[in-house]
């Protein structure tokens, strides 16, 4: 038997500077929810094994001002843990927010990327 401590399944995302927008998402069984942030819609699809334990979010500073305290009452309405992964300097630099990015991942987690939100050619680079 292992001591080693098992991997989380982590979902993570990326969130603009707009603020939440209440959205309905549908899941391929043609379930329909709705949530203000696509990763919390995407969580909510998901199920079983699919569902990741924690959602994280790459917020750059303004995106963390205008969006992390809705985060995270939508997470305890959801009952999901959350984590910021915060981001500095220029988020337009490739090598910056892929340095940042796989900074923050752990080793050996299991990762379920979600694409909608956040800069656009960070899209790309995932």
Known sequence: MSNLKQMPHILLSSVGISGPKQTE?????SALVEARFSAFGLWQLLAGAARPDEVWFL???KAKQNCWEAIQDDARQLGVRVRPVDLSGDMDDSHDFLQQTA???PR???LTLNLTEGLR???FLF
């Open 25 to 29: 998402y549908a899941g391929l069984n």
């Open 59 to 61: 917020l750059t500073p």
């Open 103 to 105: 900074q923050a991942i």
């Open 108 to 110: 050996g987690c299991r």
């Open 121 to 123: 050619h960070h899209a």
